[in-house]
């Protein structure tokens, strides 16, 4: 602002472009001294928004071309981004995949637009993703990416080795990230610069139209690669102590349709991506492409509020609740319905993980040994007001999770699990999707890969 009377014109204007086009934050700069100044509010001039241009229409080829790519597909994936829900087209969405019914695999922030027992669900892919999910994509002849930027977490490094051998079309409402692409070396069939949801309207009334292969044995295959290589195998419930993955499959056994979930980032938030199955009607909200520590505290008080004092499920680490703990008052003082999952492994494994990988498994500044503190979590809970339960072994967690979200009004559950606990599986920088660590043996990767394989190791 470089001038006091312009505050209200520029106060609008900024409420403007943070809802037009491609949402998104704006930042507005007062000056000190003007934060002091004295204005007439009646006498300051308005901003007036612009006239809404027309669309322009998604040229007539392009979905011709898309169509006919569909149909000659063997192994087609459909990627679903947050800009389908961003374009409220989550209804076109859901008749888009009952018409291609292809495989789908979700962005981590429409994991929960997907029931776990859609046959449809692929799952989750990326750096922090499920092998099988990234088997799917990397061996894939077309991908329909609608709304998702794909980047370097959902498509890893180089981006030129993202589903090498699949024709590519990708649909985004923001042309720079369309460009980014050929900068970047990865090709593409098509690049739409489009609403996600108009593109899904133009594209519905042309799909009846043409015939499309037998997807049948790419079904299968895949049904395979689920069965083979599960996220959360049966050995992991045999452990004593609580196995992350196994306390993702009973929390999403225990929770209901319809409830919400905030979750904060490292470990925990993959974990969840990586495992929960979500029921229908079910909402998931994180700070995605940011993933702040500290964001599910404050986030499920808002939310909680925002539903009218509805019960929501935050899950958050040792970590990041350390960044806003004294939040914790505001539960307990509006006696917010909230369950706090604490995920406490007492360090930052995510930060050990990639230690492990480059740094020869040193945890400075990530563990205890390496110089972090804690605190007694449960007694800093209940100084707050909270009921607490706290969970050690793998047989606590139903039970107590039970306990936990079927009391009333605040519970703040301390999931104790090992610091040496990781993401399994997980894309080390510079190694392709389909080949994450641990590394398969060779001769079962090599056997299950459709594509060339790029990796080192493979060849």
Known sequence: ISDPSRIRYELEKAAFIACAGRPGP???????DFQRAMIDPDTLEAFVAPPEASPSEIPREQIR????????ASRPVLIAGWGIRLAHAGADFERLAAELAIPIAPTWAMRDTIPADDPLLVGAFGTHGTRYGNFTVQNADLLLSIGARLDTREAGSPISWFAREARKVIVDVDPCELAKFKT???????????DAGRFIRALLPELGRTARRDLSPWKSRIAAWKRQWPICPEENFRDPDVNPYVFVKTLSELTREGDTFILDTGCALAWMM??????KGQRLFHAFNNTPMGYALPGAIGA????????VICVTGDGALQMNIQELVTVTRHDLPIKIVLVNNRGHSMIQQTQDQWLGSRYLASSVEGGLAFPDFVKVAQAYGFRTVDITTNSDL???????LQAEGPVFCNVNIRADRRVIPQVKFGRPLEDPDPPL?????LSNMIVKPMSPAAS
């Open 26 to 32: 704006v930042v507005v700069d007062i000056p000190d």
């Open 65 to 72: 071309r898309c169509v006919e790519l569909l149909a000659g």
């Open 184 to 194: 970047l070396g990865m090709d593409a069939e098509m690049l739409i610069a489009a």
């Open 274 to 279: 990586q495992a929960f199955d979500f029921k």
């Open 304 to 311: 909680s509020f925002a539903l009218d004092r509805s019960r």
């Open 398 to 404: 139903r039970p107590k999770l039970r306990e936990a």
């Open 441 to 445: 043996p060779r001769e079962e990767f």
